[in-house]
């Protein structure tokens, strides 16, 4: 990995434990930049990982767009951790410490362009919140494949995909999570949401729009924006 790249991310992980030590509350962590396209195009050796606590929460189901510079929208599979993964878990291990699945919408901000990739990376790759839809307990080994994911913004549909072809196989993503961690000293604990990258191409955003994401077997998650 780019030495840059590499002290970017520790600088952000860093900056993530400093604000935790200091009285924010864990959330959980993000995937970035999944698709492999992009990876090559910036570099990146792996898709990125970034903090989240629970200040950048929507808790309702309208958001405040006010302050962004080019807010964009990103539906993406929530997992919620019942039980910690170390990064040598076997698949079974892992697929065993996921409690519930759920739809999430994160709210991104294109407010520094890429060729300021590590400031982007340390001030956790765009994200400015994230929602979460009802959570679902898996009925038996949790899995993506075969759950479709409709996407729509202003009740158009944007993209209809399996959420395993869209995102990836599910224990190799929690591991690759924990892999990242590893280095600087984080761990996937019980409790943890992981958010697992974006299913489509992010969708910009204005006042007024309204944008939601179906989760097959799951639930649906609609958010509203002002």
């Given at each position: 990995?780019?030495?840059?790249?590499?002290?970017?991310?520790?600088?952000?992980?860093?900056?993530?434990?400093?604000?935790?030590?200091?009285?924010?509350?864990?959330?959980?962590?993000?995937?970035?930049?999944?698709?492999?396209?992009?990876?090559?195009?910036?570099?990146?050796?792996?898709?990125?990982?970034?903090?989240?606590?629970?200040?950048?929460?929507?808790m309702q189901r309208e958001h405040a767009l006010e302050?962004?510079?080019?807010?964009?929208?990103?539906?993406?599979?929530?997992?919620?951790?019942?039980?910690?993964?170390?990064?040598?878990?076997?698949?079974?291990?892992?697929?065993?410490?996921?409690?519930?699945?759920?739809?999430?919408?994160?709210?991104?901000?294109?407010?520094?362009?890429?060729?300021?990739?590590?400031?982007?990376?340390?001030?956790?790759?765009?994200?400015?919140?994230?929602?979460?839809?009802?959570?679902?307990?898996?009925?038996?080994?949790?899995?993506?494949?075969?759950?479709?994911?409709?996407?729509?913004?202003?009740?158009?549909?944007?993209?209809?995909?399996?959420?395993?072809?869209?995102?990836?196989?599910?224990?190799?993503?929690?591991?690759?999570?924990?892999?990242?961690?590893?280095?600087?000293?984080?761990?996937?604990?019980?409790?943890?949401?992981?958010?697992?990258?974006?299913?489509?191409?992010?969708?910009?955003v204005a006042p007024g729009d309204r944008f939601a994401?179906?989760?097959?077997?799951?639930?649906?998650?609609?958010?509203?924006?002002?």
């Amino acid at each position: 990995m780019d030495e840059k790249i590499s002290d970017a991310i520790g600088a952000h992980f860093n900056d993530y434990r400093q604000r935790l030590q200091n009285g924010a509350t864990r959330l959980g962590f993000k995937v970035a930049f999944n698709p492999p396209a992009v990876q090559q195009k910036l570099g990146l050796p792996h898709s990125l990982v970034a903090g989240l606590t629970t200040a950048t929460r929507e808790m309702q189901r309208e958001h405040a767009l006010e302050g962004s510079a080019a807010p964009a929208l990103e539906a993406e599979v929530c997992v919620r951790l019942g039980g910690p993964i170390a990064p040598s878990d076997a698949p079974s291990t892992v697929l065993a410490s996921v409690a519930a699945v759920a739809p999430a919408i994160e709210v991104v901000d294109y407010d520094r362009p890429l060729d300021q990739l590590t400031d982007v990376i340390r001030e956790g790759v765009y994200h400015r919140a994230v929602a979460f839809g009802p959570e679902r307990e898996p009925d038996g080994e949790p899995s993506l494949a075969g759950m479709r994911a409709r996407i729509t913004h202003n009740r158009e549909c944007v993209a209809d995909v399996d959420a395993e072809e869209a995102t990836g196989h599910l224990p190799d993503l929690l591991l690759h999570i924990a892999r990242v961690l590893e280095p600087f000293d984080l761990r996937l604990e019980a409790g943890d949401r992981l958010i697992l990258g974006s299913m489509h191409s992010p969708a910009l955003v204005a006042p007024g729009d309204r944008f939601a994401l179906e989760l097959s077997g799951v639930g649906n998650l609609e958010l509203a924006f002002r």
